[in-house]
Each structure stands twice: as structure tokens, then as C-alpha cells.
């Protein structure tokens, strides 16, 4: 579940036989089911200025925009030295509002919190335009997936004992 890791995606699913449910297609799923084309990213340093996510996300035919880079340090500070000890400060929940407001208004009809621990402090009440959890996101999948493969399993099992 953590986006920033994703910048080794591709290198463990080549390495790996078994399904790999990549965040960013997860999540471009769902800003795409929503209707949104262009969507802000908050996330680490990395997540933001990294090209893994942005480019993952434009092959689904989404744009990504990032805030500007003394609020990409805000937000990437606000990450590793509040969230990640836990410690959830008012002034960066009204930060983050500013920084959400802002990609508003350059064009994103929605926002990712492309990180863990941002939804400790962002939720769907503080913008503006929606916010979509991509860790939420990556573990409704995850588990739509096991349902899924449990439910063949049952059926495959189910046909067995009737046959």
C-alpha cells in the first residue's frame, strides 16, 4: 500500500508470478469511474516529483498535477515529521486545505492522497473537489481480489463434489 515504493513496481511484478495490484491503476480506476481527468497528488517528495506515478497515471488518460515546490515541501515535511510520529497539527490540516484549494484552481477536479498517512490528517470533508485515499483504494481492491479468487475457488470446489 505505499506509493512511494511504487517507484519499484515494475521491477517486483516482473519478478513475481503472482497477481501484483499496482496503487496507481487501482486508483486511476477510480478517478477515472468518477469522471475526473485531472486530479492533484500529495504525497512524498518522491511520489510528487518522480515521474513513476504521473506517467502511470496519464496512460489511463489521467492528468496529474503537483503543487508548487515550497508546498511540495510542506507536504512532504508535514509527512515525515508530524504523520509518521503521530502527530496531527491543525495549522497542516489548514495547510493542506490551501495546498488542495490550490490545484482546484489550476485544473484538478480531484486530489490523491498518494500516501499512507496523509488521511490521518485530509479526508473527503476537507476539499473542495474529491479526495480519493489511495491506500483505501488499494486495499478495497486487494480484497476484491481475494473475494473474487475465493469465490472461484468455492465454485470450482462446489463442481467437483457434484460431478
Do not use: K, W
Amino acid at each position: 500500500c505505499t506509493n512511494t515504493m511504487h517507484l519499484v513496481a515494475d521491477t517486483i511484478e516482473a519478478a513475481i508470478n503472482v497477481p501484483f495490484l499496482h496503487l496507481v491503476d487501482c486508483t486511476a480506476d477510480r478517478v477515472t469511474a468518477a469522471g475526473v481527468g485531472a486530479v492533484g497528488l500529495l504525497g512524498t517528495r518522491f511520489t510528487m516529483e518522480l515521474p513513476f506515478y504521473r506517467d502511470r497515471m496519464r496512460r489511463h488518460g489521467v492528468e496529474v498535477i503537483v503543487p508548487d515546490e515550497p508546498d511540495r515541501a510542506l507536504v512532504d515535511a508535514v509527512i515525515y515529521d508530524e504523520l509518521t510520529v503521530g502527530r496531527i497539527e491543525e495549522s497542516s490540516r489548514a495547510a493542506y486545505r490551501r495546498i488542495i484549494a490550490g490545484l482546484a484552481e489550476r485544473g484538478a477536479q480531484g486530489v490523491i492522497l498518494g500516501c499512507t498517512e496523509i488521511s490521518l490528517l485530509i479526508g473527503a470533508e476537507d476539499g473542495a473537489v474529491p479526495v480519493f485515499d489511495s491506500t483505501r483504494i488499494h486495499v478495497e481492491a486487494a480484497l476484491d481480489l481475494a473475494l473474487e479468487d475465493r469465490a472461484a475457488a468455492e465454485s470450482v470446489e462446489r463442481a467437483a463434489r457434484a460431478g
